[in-house]
């Protein structure tokens, strides 16, 4: 969970934070925006937007084990 919110917290809430402050991912939070995160990152391929802040093979499978541990995605 440490390691999927270190991505969130450096690849979405840098965009977020200027864009849609009210989407700032905290450790708090994050759980509840799950299937979202999962949605918009693995099926729909939207998020990250732009290139500024692409997410790595490492970055995804940070978030690939945390999403599973929610039982969502693989």
């Given at each position: ?8 917290e ?24 799950a ?9 729909r ?30």
């Amino acid at each position: 969970m440490i390691k999927a919110f270190n991505v969130l917290e450096q690849k979405c809430n840098a965009c977020h934070q200027k864009k849609k402050p009210s989407l700032l991912f905290t450790m708090a939070n994050m759980n509840t925006f799950a299937f979202s995160i999962h949605k918009e990152v693995f099926i729909r391929k939207k998020m990250p937007k732009g290139k500024d802040f692409p997410l790595t093979f490492e970055d995804e499978e940070a978030l690939k084990l945390w999403l599973k541990s929610q039982d969502i995605g693989e």
